[in-house]
């Protein structure tokens, strides 16, 4: 098998879990996230964009219910001992064989709880959940279970923490010396995402993010490249990924010569995240990262600039996205900062009135004593010149 993690690490999740579920009242919880399998068995796959799930019973071996596309998958990548096949047939639903599966294991009449809320089960599959199980069992929406006992890294888990840091350094530092006056914008990916498969890493959970020049000030990768000009602007939003742990950084980077809003900006950005590192304390909330982010920014009457969230968890995550959501940094979120948390917080300004960008973003550890900053990058603004 080809196991991330020690044996105790596995136990000691599962003897994790199984507490989470008593202190719930669950008799059985069904995982349809990929993190969530990933994190309880080492299942690496993304197999879940048809149907997968996994049956948790507590003293009992999970149960994966998978395509037999998956079967070899399952057997080498994680501790699973039952993985049971739904087959693909005309007529005959995977959701009636996840029936068939509870009711083999008296489910009958239980409190069941279901992982909702992730990519890893559609509306189209959720409904279909719910109609032919809502008379089987009692149904409890359970998406918060596995993901908050994730949302804490293990030791372990941070020692793949700390080397997706490293390969996130070294993707900007080699997508940088390529971004020079004629440059492609394929080329820079191309360097940066090579930096991170030279280094052992995997592909991201989701795009890396480039613009240059007007789109520069978007904050989502779009097809299509264009060649740095002699005096241009260029976001870049990235992570660097080992065993499927993300570390993301941000950074616009100036080619040429910055005009004065670039460095105006720059300037209030870095404040900015100063002043999250300020707050970023055991016990704060996330609600208080967003609050020392937005204070500075609309003192320098950035409101309509800037964005309503400035942060979120990070962790083991599979496509669409690298984000732990809904472990943001915005207005009012309480729930509370604890130590050994991976948290992306990025400073963005996308002044679209004057069509000027910048962004300043890194990754941390949060302990006792403070924030960990995983990146050794500089927080200078990037300069290129022609």
Partial sequence: MALHFTTEEFARRRQALEAAMKARKLDCLILFAQESHYWLTGFDSFGYCFFQCMVIRPDEEPTLLVRSTDLRQAQHTSTLKDIRLWIDRGGKSPVSQLKDLLYEFNMLGSRIGIEYNTHGLTAANGREVDELLKSFADLEDASDVVAELRLIKSPEELVYVREAAKLADKAFEAGLEKAVPGANEGAILSAMQSAVFDGGGDYPANDFIIGSGRDALLCRYKSGRRNLSHNDQLTLEFAGVYRHYHAALMRTVIIGRPRPRHIELHRIALAALNAVEEVMQVGNTFGDLFSAHANIMDSHDLLPHRLNACGYSLGA????SWMDAP??????????????MVLFMHMIIMDSDSETAMTLGQSYITGANGPESLSKLSLDLPIKSG
């Fill in 317 to 320: 995550r599979f496509s669409p």
């Fill in 327 to 340: 472990y943001m940094a915005y207005k009012d979120n309480p729930h509370k900062i604890e130590e050994n």
